[in-house]
């Protein structure tokens, strides 16, 4: 062969080996699910980044609007800041739960953690290997990503640090003290300018693209700007009704910009007037506004728990409304599976219940008739039935096979919190924050007793039915223990004092009760005997998640966005990882090979208990398309959703891959459905 053909050859291969390097990626397109506290853009305005109350950041294409992936980690739903690195690989995110992250762009895959107590602000420093941190504990710390380790210290003598800045042209790191702002020469550790005329804390800063002049909002609706090279400054009064303002400047530096829920304003540098103001139409929903890089675009992010649009963007030179991008699926609620193991039901704020064959990845039927959030749902013994209760204070039971509405009442004085059937699926036990428990006759629907639970809170009262059907169970400050069949107390537990009750279970055998409480514990208890026999603590234990494996030897239960399976009668235990924000609902499945999760980032995820390792992905759309995804990229998914449309796209990196050719690849419901059979079924 020819010294020639070789290199062809050779290039080929290493085509090869780097097309299959950069991975493929399938991502749902589902938005955030609560209001964005943060957006920034990448450097060359391609990308930006939205961090949200639901603990999460996303990257979207600036063109396109598309969701490009999520960073999930965070274990709090306050992120305080987001930035990029000035290549645009790296994102760097700090929140309230004392970590600053940094992620892979390309991989959306965290890369760094530094654990540091009340880390308020972090960004790049001159490249992507420094990062600077703003605490509240009176310093800015300099952080080397190489070694993982702090470089040097700046005291501020000041806990609250509202914004910060870094500019590498200058070496200045720049940082808002309530009202007052500061400047650090990051190369002497000095402070060498001081800049005071804000009466209240300040919001926002920005540095001018010729870097001389920075702008600062604050919530007293002044907006100033200060001359970096001397002591010049001047100032706009906005008379903005709201105080949370956002300032920056124009891509040519002849605007500052200023945004409030109240619209966008261009204010005139040279004039020092308003020069034009593009009103807002959704004052009332808006939770940020941002203009794009190229001073184009006005984005303004909505608060998804009040509608269904994330975001819109407008023309900035008139206010046209150019684009509305809205969220595809809801957080997930309570989570039934049925005694066979082939059908789970799953209930949404959407105020409906999907139901899922567990055996093939798909979804069967949506079942729908509740007028506001469904909080509870259950399989009778049989699986022929299910019930669920709502926030519309009504019972429901379906039909499995035909979803057929069966029977309708109206139960409580308030919304339901639980629902079970007794063991011969006669009964039905409800409890609500009406502060009662009530059992009721599945025949007929007509009541049998009526209780209420002392102490109890408006919010949440939980209930079960014992394995043996004889007894019961409410619980929330105190853990009541009734006959069924004439509502007698027979045994209450008391819990420690303002502690109260998350999630209630039985062991299989009957003989054991675990609840998880508010104090971050999950407890064993006798409940005959009223004794404590084994308890579990941890600082991030959620708890209101809880299930025990079918021969009792094991607990599953949420911690934030993770489950903890815990070994009964030792300490041992396992961590799971994958969802992106807390965990509602954990079930063994009955032959105990598996694990279903649901969570508040609207998906359902099949575990393999083994392994803990993520089997697949289960995804619903608000109109009732799905998908179902593995962690290797195979999908299956209903008609409209199989081509992507506006429910999948597919990623190489950070770059569109061809959704066609995704599909001929990786459209394959067999895979799916041989996993789960594999684990489902005995």
Not at 459 to 473: E, F, K, M, Q
Request: proline share 2%; hydrophobic share 35%.
């Amino acid at each position: 062969m020819s010294i020639n053909k070789k290199i062809i050859v050779f290039l080929a291969i290493f085509t090869l080996l780097l097309y299959n390097l950069t991975a493929q990626t399938l991502v749902p397109q589902t938005g955030h699910k609560d209001s964005v506290r943060r957006v920034v853009f990448s450097p060359d305005g391609k990308m930006f980044a939205t961090g949200a109350r639901d603990s999460t950041i996303k990257i979207w294409d600036s063109e396109t609007l598309i969701e490009i992936g999520t960073l999930a980690g965070h274990t709090t739903s306050l992120i305080e800041s987001i930035s990029f690195s000035p290549d645009g690989n790296l994102l760097v995110s700090c929140a309230t739960d004392n970590t600053v992250r940094v992620w892979d762009i390309n991989t959306r895959k965290e890369i760094h953690q530094i654990n540091m107590e009340k880390t308020k602000y972090a960004v790049f420093g001159p490249n992507s290997k420094r990062l600077i941190i703003a605490t509240g504990n009176k310093n800015i710390k300099i952080w080397n990503l190489d070694t993982d380790k702090e470089m040097m210290s700046f005291d501020t003598n000041t806990d609250i640090i509202n914004y910060i800045l870094y500019e590498p042209s200058l070496e200045y790191i720049i940082f808002a003290d309530s009202n007052i702002i500061r400047i650090l020469n990051a190369g002497t550790a000095v402070i060498e300018k001081t800049f005071t005329g804000h009466t209240k804390n300040i919001i926002s800063m920005a540095i001018s693209p010729d870097k001389r002049f920075l702008v600062s909002g604050s919530e007293d609706s002044i907006i100033r700007c200060w001359d970096l090279t001397g002591d010049d400054s001047f100032y706009f009064d906005t008379e903005y009704e709201d105080t949370n303002i956002h300032v920056g400047f124009t891509q040519d530096g002849k605007y500052i910009t200023s945004h409030s829920r109240q619209g966008t304003t261009f204010w005139d540098f040279t004039e020092k007037k308003n020069f034009l103001t593009i009103p807002n139409s959704e004052v009332s929903n808006t939770a940020y506004l941002i203009l794009s890089p190229d001073s184009k675009k006005i984005f303004t992010f909505l608060n998804p728990r009040r509608t269904r649009d994330m975001f819109v963007v407008q023309d900035a030179t008139n206010g046209t409304e150019l684009s509305r991008i809205q969220k595809n699926n809801d957080e997930l609620n309570a989570m039934s599976i049925n005694s066979i193991g082939n059908i789970i039901a799953v209930s949404s704020v959407d105020q409906s219940i999907k139901l899922w064959d567990l055996t093939e990845g798909k979804l069967i039927r949506t079942l729908q008739g509740h007028t506001d959030n469904v909080t509870a749902v259950n399989f009778s013994p049989d699986g022929r039935r299910i019930a669920s209760a709502s926030n519309d204070k009504r019972i429901i039971i379906w039909n499995t096979d035909n979803g057929n509405r069966l029977q309708s009442y109206h139960a409580h004085q308030a919304a339901i919190r639980a629902i079970s059937f007794n063991s011969q699926g006669t009964r039905i036990l409800s409890s609500s924050a009406d502060s009662t428990v009530k059992i009721w006759n599945t025949s007929d629907s007509s009541r049998v007793w009526v209780k209420t639970h002392e102490n109890s809170a408006w919010s949440t009262l939980l209930s079960i039915i014992s394995r043996d059907g004889r007894y019961a169970v409410s619980a929330y400050y105190s853990i009541q223990i009734r006959e069924i069949e004439n509502g007698n107390l027979f045994r209450e537990i008391n819990l420690p004092e303002r502690v109260w009750c998350r999630s209630l279970v039985f062991s299989n055998d009957g003989k054991r009760l675990i609840t998880g409480t508010s104090d971050n514990k999950v407890i064993i208890w006798d409940w005959e005997k009223n004794e404590q026999l084994q308890t579990f603590s941890d600082n991030e234990v959620s708890s209101y998640a809880i299930s025990i494996c079918p021969e009792d030897k094991v607990i599953a239960f949420g911690s934030n966005n993770r489950i903890i399976l815990q070994n009964i009668g030792n300490e041992q235990s396992r961590l799971i990882s994958g969802h992106e924000r807390n965990i509602n609902a954990v079930r063994f499945t009955p032959n105990g090979k598996a694990l279903v999760s649901t969570s508040l980032d609207g998906s359902i995820r099949v575990w393999d208990r083994e392994n803990g390792r993520e089997i697949v992905r289960l995804i619903n759309f608000y109109d009732g398309e799905w998908v179902s995804i593995t962690p290797d990229g195979y999908y299956n998914a209903s008609t409209a959703a199989q081509d992507g449309g506006k429910y999948l796209t597919a990623f190489s990196g950070t770059q569109l891959y061809d959704m066609s050719e995704y599909k001929r690849r990786y459209f394959r419901p067999d895979i799916i459905a041989q996993r789960l059979r594999n684990l489902i079924q005995d």
